[in-house]
DNA sequence: GTCCAGCTCC
DNA sequence: GGAGCTGGAC
């Protein structure tokens, strides 16, 4: 890896960049009112997610909680709650951890110091210098995937660009190409171009500010960048769900024997493989459950992981949901509205609508 | 239907 | 190094 890659037109690229920034950015809600709060809950919410899709959840969660301390008094079922259907459910539980914090060490002001945003529960190398350019100001290069593949494009790296080396080396060269006192929108603009532009498959190389510099744009083949390892391969799980219907409500159970999904309220889950839901249910709730019709499977992916779930309507004999606290009662209106569930507790509800 | 992008933490 | 979630692209 060298170091001296386009030095020379370093403040043309910075210049075309800035100029096609303020000319075709997108108005987002964050956007218009940048202060450090809501820069942190739009990243947060940003990390693995689509924009389209983040813009309604950021809007709800910020009515909800329009500061920094209505979010630290909440509880973790509430955040869940705004939570729900957004996936990484991690993210939430850390946010309000971390807007504990805040509270607690930094007089409930989020910091201005690299190192100290580092110790806040959610926040890595990338959202510290994402919430710390755009908030504040500070001259922080950014590195999210838009980036990487921005500039692993301009340069034609073909280096894996999931390493520690190659990702302190594109540090350094956006870095040195960021205009003084330009952070926030200088990082903006390179994540914008990735997003607009610079896309993973059919970047738009025509309508690109800085196609001049660009290494791949000339050699015609920027989808081979950046290169990076392959994946794990998927593994096909099959589930079963329980549908045991009181009145208008319905049995419920907060998952905690899945790797996934801990913590959040579902129709009851099983492995066929383990016994299948009758006979976990006949278990847990000690009680008489008949198999009833199975309805259309569902179909749901989790990492690598891709769900083939079967929901099938139960009828158990009497039991009680008292001293069972992963379990209760719930109306379908409730999912996501009162109970954090995920998107897949959510699909199965649209089957018994 | 299948593939794919994407940041933090353990 | 690998896992976590979802929805949009193809």
């Known amino acids: 890896m060298g170091t001296e890659v386009i030095s020379a037109s370093d403040s043309g690229i910075s210049r075309a960049l800035l100029e096609w920034y303020e000319a075709n950015h997108r108005d987002l809600p964050w956007r218009r009112n940048p202060e450090p709060y809501r820069v942190w809950v739009s990243e947060i919410m940003l990390q693995q997610t689509r924009v389209d899709t983040v813009i309604p959840y950021f809007e709800r969660f910020l009515d909800r909680f329009p500061t920094l301390s209505d979010l630290a008094a909440a ?9 729900s259907g957004l996936g990484y459910y991690r993210r939430a539980r850390s946010l ?36 710390l350019s755009v908030a504040y100001g500070e001259p922080w290069p950014v590195l999210d995937g838009n980036v990487e593949r921005v500039l692993t494009r301009i340069l034609r790296l073909a280096d894996n660009p999931r390493t ?13 190409w960021m205009p003084r006192g330009k952070a926030s929108s200088f990082n903006q603009a390179m994540m914008e171009l990735g997003a ?46 329980g549908i045991i219907r009181r009145g208008k409500r319905y049995l419920l159970e907060r998952n905690e024997d899945l790797d996934y999904l801990e913590g ?24 008489s459950i008949e198999e009833g019709a199975e309805l259309e499977a569902i179909r749901h992916s989790i990492t690598f992981r891709r769900l083939t779930l079967r929901p099938r309507i139960l009828g158990a004999g009497s039991f009680s949901t008292r001293a069972k606290p992963s379990f209760r009662w719930g109306r379908a209106d409730e999912l996501g509205n009162v109970l954090p569930v995920s998107s897949l507790c959510l699909k199965i509800a649209d089957r018994l609508s």
């Open 96 to 131: 309000l951890a971390g807007a504990k914090t805040v509270i607690e060490h930094h007089a409930g002001v989020f910091p201005r110091d690299y190192e100290a945003a580092l110790e806040i529960p959610g926040v890595g190398p990338y959202t510290a210098a994402a919430i």
């Open 75 to 83: 509880s973790e079922d509430e955040v869940l709650t705004l939570w």
């Open 164 to 176: 520690a080396a190659t990702k302190k080396y594109l540090k350094e060269i956006a870095g040195g």
């Open 264 to 287: 959040l309220w579902s129709f009851p889950l099983a492995r066929p493989d383990s016994g299948g839901i009758a006979a976990r249910l006949r278990k847990r709730l000690a009680t």
């Open 196 to 241: 607009l532009i610079c896309v993973p498959v059919s970047p738009n190389c025509a309508a690109c500010p800085i196609h001049d510099a660009c290494a791949a744009a000339e050699h015609g083949d920027p989808e081979n960048f950046p290169k990076l390892p392959p994946r794990r391969k998927t593994v096909a799980v099959e589930l079963e769900a």
